[in-house]
């Protein structure tokens, strides 16, 4: 493969749930340390896209389409060959990490297992990287933080460790899924500082789906916008803030601008004074 | 260390507030990290009061980590604190038997940070929203209501019949917040309870909200990381950070001077749009 | 949950172990009805003449013997069995999700007292028990009930309460209480719906297993007393006669397994069928990475989750996900 061919490919990706096509007809590419942001309504099918990447979706969907990850079909593949990749090359940072962590097990093993599994790591060398890896997205005490279980951390902790885990294999393509919510804006800084770093140094491929407009304009470079599983609307994502197309990508910033709130200006807070 | 401005006890100077917390405390014991290293403490929430007055709503924003949601089990009473006290309506509000508390259920309700943990993976959808309704003994006609509140957030009330894993994160915390207003709560409780809305749908939430404020007079509290909803729907604002309030006052002038310099630092990394 | 239960039925039946242990136990319950009403012979009538009759028309499944007829013992045994089995099992449901209750719900020191009650008499072996219990009330059909039930529902307790303290650890459990419910709310619409899946699978071993020790009882001599037929009882009347007449002791031999194994694959039917989740749950992550690929530890269930097919297969959707026509939920119309 060529430095400059795509990472992923996905070529009219359909997910079929329950008799409806949740995921229409979805086509992109994404080249080696390139970002592209994925942002469209609640339901729109955002996660069952990135989860139909990873060959996640759940039992009872119907899924066609083309899913190349470095020039391999995934799609179809056995569940085996993809657990392989999953966590090595391809790593997803789950939007509700409460799920996604398992809560009997110490978060420092949870972050550093796909080191173990994937890398052949010793015991001490992961338990090692769970802390190096516990430093860079920034959670506090480190070294006594990866000896707890999920529920003794709290929610933007938990993201942190699933960030965490998705990172340590430095993988060729990550999946954020909305992978801040939980954060507050200077951690999410530094956390979003610390994915560019891994795009700019490892060429990891991101996918970064998000609600927060203006983290999407930081992050990423091109944008797809997604309703109801159809992409309406893609471009560079300067482009397409400033002028979106499709009217309900303008709905949608109208809305963004409007709950945004304004440094001096000041002038919508505290629209309500109290009586 | 504590930056309080002058109306930082919510605006209700002299008037008995509704919502009342007094010198708080709660600390958890970590594990070891060595076998014979004494166990660790970690303070959650140090010393914090806090005052809501009737029909006021106040923002918590803070560090992650910073002891927010540690604070809203302690305000809910789901919590024992180690120190300190919580009160409504000046009765004591103290974590026991589910019972002893149900005049403060029916009158306060919350929506908790993670929907997905937060909604029983067995309840359908319908049976969820309906649980306080039918806990607290709320008269009229319970299915109508839910009806009611499904619609208010934009969910179809056919999907009552469905399990929470059948939605998308943003429609769990549309389920979290209908199950809350459901039962006509004074007060509203949220921990991040718009962080997996998309902005159209948090448009509607955030107007939704304010209109209850304003002709129910709900009272709130907000933990949010997000700025924007604070300044639209709080009057007052408390940053917390390390376990305690590092400046409280009216959202207006802490937002447009801040005095403590996490405040500023939290205030300066707002991730902005573009110019149109 | 009344509701599901058709759903719960259909979802059985739609699931390949489910269908195959509905089949197996349902013969043994249709072989006790048969039962009620007719049997080729009177089971303990003895026949000098058949004495080892062969299997033919005459004796299907040969005679004993006394000439009895092993065929109308089968019958009449799976009656015994079926009572012996249900009755310990309920017994055992209600002494195991109790003492796991009473170990987790009370305060902390009563709660603890029954945890480790629990701990003391899981030392304390059925036989043992039934032997104490037969001694005092003599051997009866109800002293192999009674010792069933309890020792295995001792052993449920166990396994339960791990479980309902997950349960009641949930943040759905937290939510409940902050929407005010009562704890006898939370154990009965959170605790309960929860241990479900685990207490099934639980109670169809204990079913399987209750089977074998009626048998193991009555051929000791502590549960069944003759002249009632049981298969227990069979099995330790025809065992001296192994090496002579090895097809005599086939038929209640495949009568215990076979009914093991159906309870067994109906208990995998019900906790599957009980799960709104496991038609969603993928497949991945028992091998490769789990949490970066996720979903795979579900936080919900302990017990493994079965092998579901392969997500990625772009085949028929798989059993028991009904087929919906639409998804009107789905955000209305656009807003501006
Ligand atoms: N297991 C399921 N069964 C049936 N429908 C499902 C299932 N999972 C998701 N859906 C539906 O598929 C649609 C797309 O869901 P998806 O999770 O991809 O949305 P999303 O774009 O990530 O939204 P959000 O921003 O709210 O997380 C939603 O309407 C959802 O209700
Ligand atoms: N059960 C527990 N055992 C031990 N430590 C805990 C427990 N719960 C919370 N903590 C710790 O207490 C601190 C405060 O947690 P809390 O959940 O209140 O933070 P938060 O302000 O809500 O953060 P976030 O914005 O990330 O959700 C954290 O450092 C967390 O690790
Ligand atoms: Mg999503
Ligand atoms: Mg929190």
Redesign the pocket.
Known sequence: MTTDAAVLEVTDLRVRLGGVDVVDGVSFALAAGERLGLIGESGSGKSLTALAVLGLLPAGARVTGSVRLQGRELLGGSDRELSRLRGRDLAMIFQEPSTALNPLMRVGRQISEPLRLHRGYSRQAAARAAVELATAVGL?DPQR?VR?YP?????????RVCIAAALACRPALLLADEPTT???VT?QAEILALLGRLVAEAGTALLFITHDLAVVAAVTRRLAVLRRGRVVETGATDDVLRAPADPHTRALLAAARLTQWNLPAAGSAAARTSP | MTAVREQADGGATGAEPLFEATGLVRS???ARTSPFGPPGV?H??RDVTLRLADGAALGIV????????????LLLGLDRPDAGTVRYRGRPVVAGRPRALRWFRREVQVVF?DPAASLDPRMTVGAAVAEPLACLGVPGDHDERVDEVLRAVDLDPDVRGRYPHEFSGGQRQRIAIARALAPRPRVLVG??PVSALDVSVRAQILDLLGQLAERHRLGLVL?S?DLGVVARLCDQIAV?RG?TLVEQGATADVLSRPAHPYARALLAAVPRLPPP | MTGSVGALVRGVWGSRSGRLGAVLSGLVVVAAVVSLVWTPYDPSRVDPAASWAPVGTAHWFGADRLGRDLFSQVLVGARTTLVVAVAATAIAAAVGVGLALLATLPPRLVAEGVAHLVDVLLAFPVLLLAMVLAAVYGGSRWTAIVAIGVGAGIGLGRVTRGEVRRVLGADYVLAARAAGAGTGRIVRRHVLPNIAPTVWVQLSLILGLSVLTEAALSYLGFGTPPPTPSWGRMLSELQPYLTLRPLTLLWPGLAVVLTVLGFNLLGDGLREAGDPRLRERPAGGSDGAPRTAAAATTPASTTPAPPAPAPMAAVAPTAGSAPRTRLRWVRGEGRA
């Open positions: 506090p933080l707890s529920h003794e951390l709290s929610g933007g902790q938990r993201q939980a954060l507050d951690v | 958890y014991r970590l970690r959650a929430v803070g560090e992650s980590g910073s002891g927010k949601s540690t604070l809203v089990r940070q921990d991040e933990v990381h917390m376990g």
